[in-house]
């Protein structure tokens, strides 16, 4: 079924919508520099600095926690992203759904590497390991809610912001 030239604009206003898609972006934004961040604190040479080379790690993952806890908040929420995007289009139910099981699956690894780096003698290569494959979930799932709000939408948020 087309949609109609109301809901095409509805559509439109909504996806301009300040208080809407605009908060996504900044946090979008927020969410891409803490990842950043971890990436640098992960490619520190450790030997140089080995005290302190966890301290660092850890630091950029309580950022990458929060910011993604925010990022829940933001997409989940009973005035979140989800909720509007499936009140648009509810043939986007299924997507939503993987995303969502998808932010319990990151904040598990979020918890595992944080525990690999909390620990005396950190491993210094498990903990690479493991955030590796944590920023790898995260860019896959940031790559799956900007098509899913193209798709909504037909509005890009941004690959870079």
């Known amino acids: ?10 559509t439109r206003q909504s996806a301009s919508n ?4 605009e908060s996504v972006r900044r946090r979008r934004a927020e969410l891409r520099e803490s990842m950043s961040a971890l990436e640098r604190a992960l490619a520190a ?3 140089a600095d ?5 301290d660092r790690v850890r630091d950029a993952l309580g950022d990458l926690s929060g ?10 929420g009973p005035d979140g992203l989800y909720h509007e995007l499936l009140g648009m289009a509810p043939r986007l139910s299924d997507a939503v759904a993987h995303l969502t099981k998808e932010h319990g699956e990151i904040k598990t690894l979020l918890a595992e590497v944080l525990a690999s780096v909390s620990v ?4 210094v290569q498990r903990v690479r390991e493991q955030a590796t494959t944590l920023l790898g979930r995260l860019v896959r799932h940031r790559q799956r809610g900007s098509d899913l709000v193209y798709e ?5 948020i941004g690959g870079d912001t």
């Open 67 to 76: 910011d993604f806890e925010t990022h829940i908040e933001i997409t989940e």
């Open 50 to 54: 080995h005290r302190h080379w966890p």
């Open 152 to 156: 909504a939408y037909e509005v890009d």
């Open 45 to 47: 040479p450790p030997a």
């Open 18 to 21: 300040p208080g809407s898609l």
């Open 1 to 10: 079924m087309e949609p109609t030239s109301s809901t095409q604009d509805s």
């Open 120 to 123: 005396p003698d950190t491993d």
